[in-house]
C-alpha cells in the first residue's frame, strides 16, 4: 500500500504544482483530494457511458492499473485488474495482479508471477495515469484492434491542467483511426477522453 499512497501523492502534488516531500502531505490533504477525485470520476464515468455506452462498458469493460481509492467503477458491475485492490467493492470482480502488455496481447501477471492471457473483456479502460508506465503498450492493443479508453479529468484549475491534456494528445498521435477523442467541462471540471471506435462485440469467451 506504501507505493500505492506515494503515486497518489504525487498526483495531488501535481495538481497543486507543488515540490514538496511525501511524507510532508498530512492525511487530512490526501483524504480531500481522494475525494475530490472519486466525486469528480463519477462524472467522468457518466462522460463514458454517454459517449461508449453503458451496457457495453458494464459488460464487456475491465479497468486497469488503478486502485481501490482513485477507481471510476467500484459501484458498477465493471470488472478491474489491480495492483492496489484496497477497499475495492465486494460486489464486483476484482483480479489482484498486473495488467500488461505482450507482443500485442493483453495479459495479466498475478501474484504468484504467472502470466495468462486476458479473454473475457474487449475495453480496457485507464484514467488519470500516475505515469508513462502505466499506459505502456495500449496504443499497440488499440492499433492491433482492441478497444482501448484512456481519458484524463480534474479542474482546470489544477496546475497539471495543460500537462496533463498534452500527455493525452500526444498518445492520440499514435493511434490508427478509427477513434474518438472528445473533451467536456461540466463548472470547473475538465473530462477528455481518447477512446477506440469499433463496432460492439460480445465477451470473449475461454474454450
Do not use: W
Request: charged letters at 25%.
Amino acid at each position: 500500500m506504501h507505493k500505492y499512497y506515494d503515486l497518489l501523492i504525487l498526483q495531488y502534488l501535481e495538481s497543486i504544482g507543488e515540490k514538496r516531500h511525501l511524507d510532508s502531505v498530512s492525511i487530512k490533504e490526501l483524504a480531500d483530494f481522494i475525494d475530490l477525485r472519486q466525486k469528480q470520476g463519477q462524472f467522468y464515468l457518466k462522460f463514458l457511458y454517454e459517449l461508449i455506452g453503458k451496457e457495453n462498458i458494464n459488460e464487456c469493460g475491465i479497468e486497469v492499473n488503478k486502485g481501490g481509492l482513485d477507481t471510476i467503477t467500484n459501484d458498477t458491475p465493471i470488472s478491474i485488474i489491480s495492483e492496489y485492490p484496497y477497499s475495492l467493492s465486494s460486489l464486483k470482480k476484482v483480479i489482484n495482479g498486473t495488467f500488461l502488455v505482450q507482443n500485442g496481447m493483453p495479459k495479466i501477471k498475478y501474484e504468484s508471477g504467472v502470466v495468462g492471457p486476458i479473454l473475457e473483456y474487449f475495453i480496457y479502460l485507464t484514467q488519470n495515469p500516475y505515469n508513462k508506465n502505466y499506459i505502456k503498450g495500449l496504443d499497440t492493443l488499440h492499433n492491433l484492434g482492441e478497444s482501448i479508453t484512456l481519458g484524463v479529468y480534474g479542474n482546470i484549475n489544477d496546475s497539471d491542467f495543460e500537462k496533463k491534456k498534452r500527455e493525452l494528445s500526444c498518445f492520440k498521435d499514435r493511434l490508427f483511426e478509427p477513434f474518438i477523442s472528445e473533451y467536456t467541462t461540466l463548472g470547473d471540471n475538465y473530462f477528455y477522453v481518447v477512446t477506440s471506435k469499433t463496432n460492439i462485440r460480445t465477451r470473449k469467451k475461454s474454450d
